[in-house]
């Protein structure tokens, strides 16, 4: 603006025309620079008119504004830099206005609230109040008379500069009538963040009694501010400053995603919206701190909930230690690892279910909670909600929800139940170094005995299991090239139920000989392993082994399973007794497969 101003004057010169066109004064005056001193700002429009009505009954040119994000401001102007200066600094001095008010441009300003009607963003300039333009006019006459002094020589009264005195504060009783404008919620507010400063440890009630009064002298006098036990507006200030200091740079801002039907605070810094996948609407990082949100809207009943409270649970973005919490129409859910912190809050109501995720990294756990507060405080549901529809149909995956990644094991084998209170047979390779082992990806379980020479594992779950059929095992070895099958979930889980693989028995030894071991003719895949081995009677004749590692490739179609008798013996040194299969003649493949859908069952190792 000055730079067109200086463009102007250079070409219209000193008589004020160019091109034979006259610069008339008002012309002048829409030109000049226009500038505000900003005094107060709040979240409440109820609580900013109040205090602009207060301040309109002591200095003029009050005026209150919506600043955006859900924030209204009480301005003084408008003024030019000048007069703003010097408004600024008097009214400081006096104590009329908070120490930490600012010059402001027309730029930050929206819609006028105050007065109500008016409209003067674009008035132009208004003269600085006569107080104030009378201290300005003595400091110029004193400025005046050095600088006749410094010219003639001549000897005149010495006139001593103007100090600058300090800013001054509110009386005790000025502290507490300003005090009596505070809504219930700010009165809580301050005790919030008194609680935060380690000076408050009772109720958040917004009571002022006497622990409000005693925490409230403590920080006055832990920050060198006379104690009085009520705090001034520029008390109340520097608390809330201190108390917003770790959300400095997050760019929180209230966004109102119209097609989710969510309005809150997002850290506008950090994440941007990225794409809808219902039921969530995802707002990735921008920058250097790997976080994400996700917005939760669609409609759906208690069902619905809990199904997503459940689904929510699978995905990579919740890690598995944490807390979590699911009530009648709501959920909270944390998981927790050493790379991130992810928070998850839903609630049903009149049929939609709303709500937020908020992924954050591990180590910056003071910020995230007072981000989360905020964004849980200013959360409100609006009207719409996520169409199922809506989204990208060319990124869905089966491995995917809503577009993000489903947590998978490190390694996922196949095995079965060997007694009806739920313990598992399964391959020594699916229990190594894991952190957590699953039973179809549902029961935890721990080993308890692991014999690696053979090639076998044994698992008790943490709960006792009720199978639909339990292991009966072959007392007799099958005939060389009968017809065998393994149950086995082939695809890791891709499936929901195990798929069959039928051969043959080539051998009741391995290649050199080794005893304990069947060769069988068939083409397996690894997520097999730790399947059981059927013969034709529908018994349990051995457990599929995992293809031998080695310099020597052997033909697909050979593979190994371990004998019952091995097993047996295994399962004998656990203590678990093994039940015998009633000797019956062939059985139908598909009543073969009826038995083993019932026992068959998925090993995960979890990282």
């Keep these: 603006m000055r730079k067109m101003l200086v463009a102007a004057m250079l070409a219209t010169g000193l008589s004020g025309v160019t091109a034979g066109v006259a610069v008339t004064p008002a012309a002048a005056q829409s030109a000049q620079e226009v500038v505000w001193v900003q005094i107060e700002a709040h979240p409440s429009l109820a609580t900013a008119t109040s205090r602009a009505r207060a301040y309109a009954g002591t200095i003029e040119d009050v005026n209150g504004f919506a600043l955006g994000g859900g924030w209204y401001g009480i301005a003084l102007g408008p003024y030019a830099p000048e007069d703003a200066d010097q408004v600024l600094r008097v009214y400081r001095a006096d104590g009329l206005i908070p120490r930490d008010s600012y010059i402001s441009a027309s730029s930050d300003y929206r819609q006028q609230f105050w007065p109500v009607g008016a409209n003067v963003l674009n008035r132009g300039v208004v003269d600085a109040p006569d107080a104030v333009a009378d201290d300005s006019a003595t400091q110029t006459a004193a400025a005046e008379a050095t600088a006749e002094t410094a010219t003639t020589g001549e000897v005149v009264a010495e006139v001593a500069p ?80 201190q108390y917003n200091a770790v959300l400095e740079g997050l760019g929180l801002e209230r966004v109102v995603d119209a097609d989710a039907g969510i309005e809150m605070m997002l850290p506008a810094n950090v994440v941007s919206f990225d794409r809808y996948e219902p039921p969530f609407a995802h707002y990735d990082a921008t920058g250097d701190i790997p976080a994400k949100v996700l917005l939760i809207s669609q409609r759906g009943d208690q069902d619905t909930l809990y199904g997503l409270y459940d689904i929510m649970q699978t995905l990579e973005i919740v890690p598995l230690e944490g807390p979590r919490e699911r009530r009648k129409n709501d959920f909270v859910l944390i998981g927790e690892n050493g790379t991130m912190v992810s928070e998850t809050r839903a609630t049903l109501q009149d049929g939609k279910i ?80 894991c952190t957590r082992l699953t039973i179809d990806d549902e029961y935890e379980a721990d080993v308890i005995a692991d014999d690696a020479a053979n090639g076998i594992a044994v698992l008790r779950p943490k709960e006792t299991l009720a199978p639909l059929s339990v292991a009966q095992f072959s007392a007799t070895a099958p005939r060389l090239q009968s017809e065998v099958a393994v149950a086995g979930y082939s695809y890791d889980g891709v499936l929901s139920a195990p798929s069959m693989t039928f051969g043959m028995l080539a051998d009741v030894r391995g290649l050199q000989g080794e005893t304990g071991l069947y060769r069988l003719a068939m083409t397996t895949l690894p997520g097999d392993a730790g399947g059981p081995v059927f013969d034709a009677t529908g018994s349990v004749t051995g457990m599929l082994l995992p293809k031998p590692d080695g310099a020597r490739a052997l033909p697909d179609e050979v593979v190994f399973a371990a004998d019952a008798n091995v097993i047996r013996q295994v399962l004998a040194n656990a203590g678990v007794s093994t039940k015998a299969a009633a000797e019956t003649g062939a059985s139908a493949p598909e009543d073969i497969t009826e038995v083993a859908v019932g026992m068959t069952v998925l090993v995960s190792c979890w990282d």
Excluded at 211 to 224: F, K, P, V
């Design 162 to 241: 103007l100090p600058t005195p300090e800013p001054a504060d509110e009386t005790p009783a000025e502290a507490r009538r300003s005090e009596q404008l505070l809504t219930r919620d700010e009165r809580m507010d301050l005790q919030t963040m008194l609680k935060w400063a380690g000076f408050y440890n009772a109720a958040i009630d917004g009571a002022f009694g006497r622990g409000t009064r005693n925490s409230m002298a403590a920080w006055q006098e832990a920050n060198a501010f006379d104690v009085t036990g009520i705090l001034t507006t520029l008390q109340r200030s520097a608390l809330k400053k």
């Design 354 to 433: 709303k709500g937020f995720t908020l992924i954050w990294p591990a180590g910056d756990e003071e910020r995230r909670r007072r981000l989360i507060g905020e964004m849980d405080k200013s959360f409100v549901r609006l009207d719409a909600a996520l169409d199922p529809a809506a989204g990208n149909a060319d990124a869905q995956a089966i491995d995917l929800v809503s577009g993000l990644d489903v947590r998978k094991p490190r390694i996922a084998r196949s095995g079965f139940y060997v007694d009806s209170a739920g313990l598992v047979l399964t391959t020594s390779e699916a229990v190594q170094s």
